[in-house]
């Protein structure tokens, strides 16, 4: 079952320009398991087949559709540690006052949004969903208004977001337990399309799940769709991400064809977040 309440076990990217245009790596060091943890992790070979991996990317907005459905808004707790997490938010204000422009990729009923809106009166805010009923959810709630925010729904991975969103024009993109529902191969796209909207040198903030979260240990075999990627019992998925995914090869190629320009030298930063079992990373780069 899909248990984000109970743990977190997270990875944060903060996007913005660097001299050389590159990412910047820090240390970061994943869970250390337990040799009963251990073990049964290296059991679980056995993947889900391909034919019903291919449905479940057929189907990935019909069950999280479904998954809304279910749960209305009453499955994840409002996320209040985003000021307090991205330090970065705060740094994006060059002056008191100044509007900020924000995205919410993968909103979901807005559980990140509204508590940011709340928080800082100076925010207009982009948000997205690929399942109707999470967009309709944040349209519904009390807090929502045409003036602070624009929602709309989208599947990251194709629908272009400069058709709701002019280029260039916002200064912060939230994932947020996003990327993790999304193929590994697929990854990239999201990237890309969030790059035509982000103005040059902000940031992308990223929250997701990290190897060996709790989340990942409770998976049942016959779960197991790949290296560190899972099914739940309702069709949603989940990736946990370890720093190397972002730089390995294959990722690193992905990016290269859709920016049009190769990641020269490439490093991400992490760092622990207070609780021990979160850890964030600051993916850092400048607009190509
Ligand atoms: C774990 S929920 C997180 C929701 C929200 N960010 C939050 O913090 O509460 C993941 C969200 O990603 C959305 N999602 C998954 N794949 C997507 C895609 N390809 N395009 C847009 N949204 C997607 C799902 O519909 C779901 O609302």
Redesign the pocket.
Known sequence: MFQ?KATANCLNIVKTSTEDGAFQKKGHSARVLSPEEAERLAKDQVLVSEFKQLKLEKE??KN??L??KRNSTNF?KD?HWTTREFQELKACHEFADQKLTIL??????G??LFPLLEEDLNIFAYA????PR?VEYVKKNALYSTERCKVFQ????KDDLLDNIPADSVDVV?L???L???HPD?MHL?LRNIYKVLKPGKCVLFRDYGLYDHAMLRFKSGSKLGENFYVRQDGTRSYFFTEEWFLNEKFLASMHASLGRRIESSYLSFSRLRDMSKWSMNMCSEKL
């Open positions: 984000e990935a907005q999280w559709d998954f809304y994840f996320r919410e990729a993968g909103c979901g009923v559980n990140c997205c969903d690929f399942s999470a989208c599947d990251l991975t939230t947020i337990f996003v993790s529902a999304i697929k999201v």
